[in-house]
């Protein structure tokens, strides 16, 4: 069965830089998209960014853009997401989600059980 | 960016009721849009996907329909286990935006 699961959350201070992984099993990890999804305190679900299967094509919130960068090694059946300049509201469970896949993009039909970054000084 | 909005916020129910979940995306979409349910501590999970689609393994119960830009998500006989909250999500272009979510509760 699919199974994805989160590591390297933690606290970190602002302007710090953590990297998340997510290592995948139960599928084909070369074959799929794969997104990451994050969740603040209190707050509702925010999408963050997308890779395509081959990392062709990359998108990111505006809320990340130029501070996150998202990456896959199909080798290692893991996904990262490297976040850099982090703020306080960058503070959030964050979930790796598989794409349903075939194209068009955007259905999460698998999730992570999530990885809590905390930014505070 | 899209906006997408949900209603009710809230809502509260009884075992056995049906219950109907507003969700409005500020342009048209088409059929682009998905439903899942999220608990608590747990990972989320997807209920619908393509506006009406059910999800392998998702109780018949759950069913979703609309186009363009108003759908909804109806959740018949609602069981013990449905008691979470709820969030659409349209997949018509990046960002791929979530609703603020409608947290259903036992009344």
């Known amino acids: 069965q699919v199974q994805l699961v989160e590591s390297g959350g933690g606290v970190v201070q602002p302007g710090g830089s953590l990297r998340l992984s997510c290592a995948a099993s139960?599928?084909?990890?070369?074959?799929?998209?794969m997104h990451w999804v994050r969740q603040a305190p209190g707050k509702g679900l925010e999408w963050v960014a997308f890779i395509r299967y081959d990392e062709s094509f990359k998108y990111y919130a505006d809320s990340v853009k130029g501070r996150f960068t998202i990456s896959r090694d199909n080798s290692k059946n893991t996904l990262y997401l490297q976040m850099n300049s982090l703020r306080d509201d960058d503070t959030a469970v964050y979930y790796c989600?598989?794409?349903?896949?075939?194209?068009?993009?955007?259905?999460?039909?698998?999730w992570g059980q999530g990885t809590l970054v905390t930014v505070s000084s | 960016d899209m906006q997408m909005t949900q209603s009710p916020s809230s809502l509260s129910a009884s075992v056995g009721d049906t219950v109907a979940i507003a969700c409005r995306a500020s342009q048209s979409i088409s059929t682009s849009l998905q439903w899942y349910q999220h608990k608590p501590g747990k990972a989320p999970k997807l209920l619908i996907y393509a506006a009406s689609n059910l999800q392998g393994g998702v109780p018949s119960r759950f069913s979703g329909s609309g186009s363009g830009t108003d759908f909804t998500l109806i959740i018949s006989s609602l069981q013990p286990d449905d008691f979470a909250t709820y969030y659409c999500?349209?997949?018509?272009?990046?960002?791929?935006?979530f609703g603020p979510g409608t947290k259903v509760d036992v009344q």
């Open positions: 999500q349209q997949s018509y272009s990046t960002p791929f935006t």
């Open positions: 139960g599928f084909t990890f070369s074959s799929f998209g």
């Open positions: 989600a598989k794409d349903r896949a075939p194209p068009p993009i955007g259905v999460l039909d698998y």
